[in-house]
C-alpha cells in the first residue's frame, strides 16, 4: 500500500526549499521518510509532512497514546490519567489522526520508559502504529512535571521531546501543548487544541456569553449583566469577544475583554446592532443595523468610526462573515424572499447568491481556508443540519443527517475543524466535528447552548 | 402593454435569442401575473411589491443590455412572485378563522376606544411563519390602538418583536424587528405620531410557550404592544 505525501520545506533550512516528495507509507513496517529531508526531519525541524483531509490519498495516521506513566514508580496521579484523556480526546478529534485502541497495545507499559532505548518499536509496529506518544509526570508536593515524547515507530526515531514545569491542574493545558507540537510538526498547519469556543447559555435572568475549552472544559461565563447577552465572535488576536447586549434597553454591539472589565460600546444605532464580524486582518468590523428603517450590512472601523452601508435591499440582509482575505464578505438575504447565503465584495459590489438549494438557508461561517462557507439549512422535513458551500463552484456537502437539529456553525481557526450546537441528546449542547462531518463529539454538559463561536489562534 | 414594447425591443436588440434575458423575464411576468391572480398582492403585499421591483429592474438591466444581470434579476422576480402566490394560496379570509384557535381574546368584542383606554386597547398580535405582514384578523385589534392613540397624543407605546425558536438567533432578531416595524408602520398609516411608538425586538429569546409544537410556534409569533 502506497500513500503520497507531498513534503513542504517551510522554513529556511539545509534542504532545498519546498520540495514535494513521494513517501512510502507501509501499512504496516513504513519507513515513514526515505528521502533527503529526512535528516532534518528526524531533527525535528525544518521539514513537515502536509497530510491533507478530503485529498485523495488522505489516510488518517495511526497513533499509539500509551497511559501517560508515574515517573517516580508506584500509582499514576489524577495528573497522568488527565494527561491521557486529553491526549486521546485531541487526536481522535483531529481527523487527520487515528488513535489506535488503547486495550490493543502489545507492549509491556510497565517496563517501557521515555528513552527509545527501553521501548520495543515492534510492538507498537505490530498494532498499526506509525506514531508513538509518551508521557510520564513526576509530581511532588503541589509542582507537576509532564515529559512528553514522540517516535517515529518503523525507524525508532524521536521525532520531538518536550516538558513542561507547573501545578497538577495545568495537566490538560501540557497535554494540549504538545498535541499541538505533534500536529504542527506533522502537518505543517498550526494545532487549534490551544484555541477557545465562545457561546451564549441560556440563563434563569436572561442569556450570558461562556467561553470554554475546545474539549468544554473549564468552561466559565464573561458576562455576569443578567441581560440579554448574544451572538458572541471573536476579535482580533482572541482576546476579546464582540456581543450584542440588551443592557441599555436597545440591542446594541460591545466589545468585551477576556481578561475581565466592563463592556464597551462599539455601535449603538436606534434598531438592532447584531452580527459584529471582525475583519481577518483585525482593522474592520461588519455588522448589521437596522438604522435605515431595514436590516442592511455595513462596515466599519474597528474603533466604530467610518460607518459604510453595504447593502441595499427590501428583504433581510444580515450576519456578515468575512472571507479570509478580507476581499469578500458572506451574508445571509431574504432579497429573494427565503434566506439564502450571497457573498459580496468587501465594498458591497458584485453580490452573488451562492445557495441555490434549499427554502431556509443561514448563519454563514467562511472556512480561515477560504474554500468553503459553512452554513445552517433546512431541509424538506423541517430538520435543521449543517452544510457546507464551496464559494467558488457552489458544490454543497452536507456534514450532519438524522441527529436532531444541528445549527450555527463556526470554523477553528486550521480551518479543519467546525463547533455548533445540536438537540440531538435532547438539550441544545455544543458540539464538535472535523470539516468532513467525521468524529462528531460533544463538549459541553447541562445544555442551554448556542450560537458558539470558535477563536482565532492566540 | 409596456412590457411587452419592452420584450420585442429586446428582442429586437439581441437576435441571437440564447443571449437575452427574455425567456426568463417572460417566465417572471407570468409568476407575477398568476401571482396577483392570486390575490398576492393583497395577502402577501411586501413579498409580492418586492417582485414587481425585481422585474423593473430586469428589465431596466434587460435595456441597458446587461444579460446575466437581468436573468438573476428575472430569477429573483420568479422566485419572490412564486413564494408570494404560496404566502396567499390558502386565501387571505381564512386567516381570520385560523386567529380563533391561536388567539381568542382578539375576537372579544370590547369596545376600548369610546373609553379611551390605551391599556385595556393594547394586546398581542400573530404572524405567520417567517412573515411580517399584518394578518386581517389583527387588524381590527390595531384599528383600536390607532384610535385611542390619535385621541391620547401624549401616551407612548412600545411594540416587542418577538419570532418562535426556529431559525437562527440574528435572522430572528431582524424578523421580530420587522414583525414590530410592520406594526408600527400600520399604526403610523392610521394617523398615529411615530414620535409616540418606540420598536424593539428580542428575536427568538422571550418565548411565550417553551413547547416545540406548532401551536407553540404559533404564540411565539408575536408583537406584544405595551404602554410606556
Redesign the interface.
Known amino acids: 500500500m502506497l500513500d503520497r505525501i507531498p513534503l513542504t520545506q517551510t522554513t529556511a533550512g539545509r534542504t532545498p526549499a519546498a520540495i514535494e516528495v513521494l513517501v512510502r507509507r507501509l501499512l504496516f513496517t513504513s519507513l515513514f521518510l526515505i528521502a533527503s529531508p529526512a535528516a532534518a526531519f528526524a531533527q525535528g525541524t525544518g521539514t513537515r509532512a502536509v497530510i491533507e483531509i478530503g485529498s485523495p490519498d488522505f489516510r488518517p495516521y495511526p497513533i499509539a497514546i500509551p497511559d501517560a506513566r508515574n515517573m517516580a514508580g508506584g500509582t499514576a496521579p489524577p495528573s497522568a490519567e488527565s494527561i491521557t484523556d486529553t491526549l486521546r480526546w485531541n487526536f481522535t478529534l483531529a481527523a487527520t489522526f487515528k488513535v489506535l485502541d488503547p486495550k490493543s497495545y502489545l507492549a509491556d507499559q510497565a517496563r517501557e520508559g521515555l528513552a527509545a532505548a527501553s521501548i520495543k518499536f515492534e510492538d507498537w509496529v505490530n498494532v498499526g502504529a506509525e506514531g508513538l506518544i509518551k508521557c510520564g509526570v513526576t509530581e511532588s508536593g503541589s509542582a507537576l512535571k509532564a515529559d512528553f515524547r514522540f517516535f517515529d515507530v518503523a525507524s525508532g526515531r524521536q521525532l520531538l521531546a518536550k516538558s513542561y514545569r507547573g501545578k497538577p491542574d495545568e495537566a490538560k493545558v501540557f497535554a494540549r501543548k504538545f498535541t499541538d507540537e505533534v500536529v504542527e510538526f506533522l502537518t505543517g498547519n498550526k494545532g487549534i487544541f490551544q484555541t477557545r469556543i465562545a457561546a451564549v447559555r441560556k440563563t434563569k435572568t436572561g442569556r450570558e456569553l461562556w467561553v470554554m475549552d475546545v474539549d468544554g472544559s473549564s468552561a466559565r461565563p464573561v458576562t455576569r449583566n443578567k441581560s440579554i447577552n448574544l451572538l458572541p465572535s471573536w476579535g482580533a488576536g482572541g482576546a476579546e469577544l464582540l456581543f450584542t447586549s440588551y443592557i441599555r434597553h436597545n440591542p446594541n454591539l460591545y466589545r468585551i475583554p477576556l481578561s475581565g472589565g466592563a463592556p464597551k460600546l462599539l455601535s449603538g444605532e436606534r434598531g438592532l446592532n447584531t452580527g459584529g464580524a471582525m475583519s481577518p486582518d483585525g482593522s474592520k468590523v461588519a455588522l448589521t443595523l437596522s438604522r435605515d428603517g431595514n436590516s442592511e450590512v455595513y462596515v466599519m472601523n474597528a474603533d466604530g468610526t467610518g460607518l459604510k452601508r453595504l447593502t441595499k435591499d427590501w428583504g433581510i440582509d444580515s450576519s456578515p462573515s468575512w472571507a479570509p482575505n478580507g476581499k469578500r464578505i458572506a451574508f445571509v438575504s431574504s432579497r429573494w424572499g427565503d434566506p439564502h447565503i450571497f457573498v459580496m465584495n468587501a465594498d458591497g459590489s458584485g453580490v452573488k447568491r451562492i445557495t441555490d438549494r434549499g427554502t431556509y438557508n443561514q448563519t454563514p461561517d467562511w472556512s480561515p481556508k477560504g474554500d468553503l462557507i459553512a452554513f445552517t439549512a433546512r431541509d424538506e422535513r423541517n430538520v435543521f443540519d449543517i452544510f457546507t458551500v464551496n464559494a467558488e463552484t457552489k458544490e454543497i456537502k452536507r456534514l450532519t443527517q438524522d441527529q436532531g437539529n444541528n445549527e450555527e456553525p463556526s470554523f477553528s481557526p486550521d480551518g479543519n475543524h467546525i463547533v455548533f450546537t445540536s438537540t440531538r441528546e435532547g438539550r441544545q449542547q455544543v458540539w464538535v466535528m472535523a470539516v468532513d462531518g467525521s468524529n462528531q463529539t460533544r463538549i459541553t454538559k447541562g445544555g442551554g447552548y448556542s450560537t458558539p463561536a470558535w477563536s482565532p489562534y492566540r | 402593454m409596456k412590457r411587452i414594447a419592452v420584450l420585442m425591443m429586446a428582442v429586437a436588440l439581441y437576435a441571437c435569442p440564447k443571449n437575452t434575458a427574455d425567456l426568463e423575464l417572460e417566465a417572471a411576468m407570468k409568476a407575477i401575473d398568476e401571482a396577483r391572480a392570486g390575490k398576492a398582492n393583497d395577502c402577501a403585499k411586501?413579498?409580492y411589491?418586492?417582485a414587481e421591483?425585481a422585474i423593473a429592474e430586469a428589465r431596466q438591466l434587460a435595456e441597458d443590455g446587461e444579460v446575466d444581470a437581468a436573468k438573476?434579476k428575472a430569477n429573483?422576480a420568479k422566485?419572490?412572485a412564486?413564494?408570494?402566490q404560496a404566502a396567499s394560496k390558502p386565501g387571505c379570509d381564512q386567516v381570520a378563522e385560523e386567529e380563533d384557535i391561536s388567539d381568542p381574546e382578539a375576537n372579544a368584542m370590547t369596545d376600548a376606544s369610546a373609553t379611551l383606554d390605551l391599556a385595556g386597547a393594547l394586546e398581542t398580535i400573530y404572524f405567520d411563519y417567517?412573515d411580517a405582514t399584518i394578518r386581517e384578523d389583527s387588524k381590527a385589534v390595531l384599528s383600536r390602538v390607532a384610535t385611542v392613540l390619535t385621541k391620547t397624543p401624549a401616551e407612548n407605546i412600545e411594540i416587542e418583536g418577538h419570532c418562535d425558536v426556529?431559525?437562527?438567533?440574528?435572522?430572528n432578531?431582524?424578523?421580530g424587528?420587522?414583525r414590530a416595524?410592520s406594526v408600527s408602520k400600520y399604526l403610523v398609516a392610521q394617523g398615529v405620531n411615530e414620535k409616540q411608538i418606540h420598536?424593539?425586538?428580542?428575536?427568538e429569546?422571550r418565548p411565550i410557550d417553551l413547547g416545540g409544537s406548532e401551536s407553540a410556534h404559533q404564540k411565539n409569533r408575536r408583537a406584544e404592544l405595551k404602554k410606556m
Do not use: P
Not at chain 2, 166 to 171: A, D, P, V
Not at chain 2, 199 to 203: A, M, Q
Open positions: 411586501e413579498t411589491q418586492a421591483a438573476e429573483q422566485s419572490l412564486e413564494q408570494a417567517n426556529r431559525g437562527s438567533t440574528e435572522y432578531l431582524h424578523l424587528e420587522r416595524r420598536i424593539i425586538s428580542y428575536g429569546e
